[in-house]
C-alpha cells in the first residue's frame, strides 16, 4: 500500500463522558462509519440502518442501537442524503497547538523515540527558532506527526483545507499561519457570490473567514465575480437535482484551486453573456448640455 496515496480520517483518543456513555454497539459502530463518510462529513444512503450495515459491515443488529445512540447524542446527525457528522470537517482539520507539539517533541527526544529529525539549519528559515524554541545548530526537534510537513522552508499564501490549497497568507513548516485578510471589496464580492450560491444549495452561508478568505484568493488570481458566479449556475444545473451530488455544491468543491481548474474554461465559454454583465456592467450614458 502507498501511504501517501491513501485518504485517512482521525479517530481521537480522549474518552470523554458521552463516549463513555454509549452503548458498546455505538462505540463499535462510530469508528467504522467514519471511515465511510466522504471529505464533507456525510454519508449517503436512503436505506438507514440497513444502508449502514452493508456500508460498514456490521450486522444489522449492532447498527440499529448503535446508530440510535448517535443520533441521540448528536454526533451524527439525519442529513436530506443520508447522515451526517456535524463536526467531521473541524475535527479533520484541526492543528495541534504550539505548546502541545513541543510537548511532544520534547517527550520523543527524552524516550529515543525519534524516526526522524529535523535540524534547523536543514530549513535554514527564521521562524523556525519561534516555533520550536530556539534551537541551535547543534539541537534537533522533531516534528509533530499531526502536522503535515513540507520539503519548502516555507509555505506562501496556501492552506491545506479538505484536500485544497486555500490562499489564506503565508504558513510556517510547522503549520503556523499568518493572518491574511480580505479587503473591503473582496468581501463583498464573496458576499454576493456566497448569497447565490444559498439561493442553489439552500444552506445560508454566514460569510465565514474560511470561504472569504477562498474566494479572495481567486479573485486576487484573476477570476472575477462574474466567472464565479457562472461556476455556481453551471454546477447548479448539473448537480442540483440529484441529491446525492447536491452535497458537493459547496464553496470548498467550487471555488478551490484544483476544482475550478475544471470548470472554468466551461463557465468563461457557456455564460460569457452574463460574466460581462456582473463585471462590465453598463455604464449611464451622460446628457451633454447643448
Known sequence: MLWEDERYVR??????????????????????????????????????????????GLPLEVVEPGIKDLLGDGCITEHQLGYCAPNFLAAQEALSSGAKRQRESRERRRLGLSQT?????????????????NV????????????????????TETEIVGGDLLAQ???????????????????????????KLSERNGIKYQGGAVHVQLIASQLRSGVTE????????????????????????RPETLFGPRAIAKYLDEARTRYAEQIQAVDQP????????R
Do not use: N
Not at 24 to 46: C, E, H, I, M, N
Open 136 to 155: 541551535t545548530p547543534s539541537q534537533v526537534v522533531t516534528p509533530s506527526l499531526a502536522v503535515p510537513i513540507r520539503s519548502e522552508p516555507c509555505l
Open 11 to 56: 479517530l481521537y483518543t480522549r474518552d470523554t463522558a458521552e463516549w463513555a456513555c454509549w452503548c458498546w454497539q455505538a462505540k463499535a459502530l462510530f469508528p467504522l462509519l467514519l471511515r465511510k463518510l466522504d471529505r464533507s462529513g456525510v454519508l449517503a444512503t436512503r436505506l438507514g440502518a440497513r444502508g449502514i450495515a452493508a456500508l460498514t
Open 169 to 195: 497568507g503565508p504558513i510556517s513548516i510547522m503549520g503556523k499561519r499568518k493572518p491574511g485578510h480580505a479587503t473591503q471589496d473582496e468581501r463583498e464580492k464573496a458576499s454576493r457570490i456566497l448569497s
Open 282 to 289: 453598463a455604464q449611464p450614458m451622460l446628457q451633454v448640455a
Open 226 to 249: 462574474g466567472e464565479m458566479r457562472a461556476i455556481v449556475a453551471m454546477q447548479a444545473e448539473k448537480w442540483g437535482r440529484d441529491p446525492m451530488m447536491l452535497g458537493y455544491l
Open 117 to 133: 529529525s529535523v535540524s534547523k539549519s536543514t530549513y535554514g528559515h527564521e521562524e523556525c527558532d519561534k516555533v520550536t524554541g
